[in-house]
């Protein structure tokens, strides 16, 4: 059984910062690549970062040089430290486990969502 669970959403003010976690249960996580998306009130999921299950990285250019995606093999749990924040980084940030590129015939995974809300 595969879960992701999300921590770290909050309130906060333009300029802060949080730090999201996503511990995932289960095998999957040392050989999946890593990601975060977003979606705001009416808007469409969008990726943020993803990280592949040897540490490279991609960051949707909006967030680039403020967010920063790492993971932790020895604590299944993948992070994103976001910086600077902007009111328009309000939304639902959601976790995802991607086994696909080494074990085809599974699935992804999603965990619940966390909120972010950027706002003075």
């Known amino acids: 059984q595969v879960q992701l669970v999300e921590s770290g959403g909050g309130l906060v003010q333009p300029g802060g910062s949080l730090r999201l976690s996503c511990v995932v249960s289960?095998?999957?996580?040392?050989?999946?690549?890593m990601g975060w998306y977003r979606q705001a009130p009416g808007q469409q999921r969008e990726l943020v970062a993803t990280i592949t299950s040897t540490g490279i990285t991609n960051y949707a250019d909006v967030v680039k040089g403020r967010f920063s995606i790492s993971r932790d093999n020895t604590k299944n749990t993948v992070y994103l430290q976001m910086n600077s924040l902007k009111p328009e980084d309000t939304a639902v940030y959601y976790c995802n486990a991607d086994p696909r590129s080494v074990k085809p015939t599974l699935r992804d995974y999603w965990g619940q969502g966390t909120q972010v809300t950027v706002s003075s």
């Open positions: 289960g095998s999957i996580f040392r050989f999946s690549a």
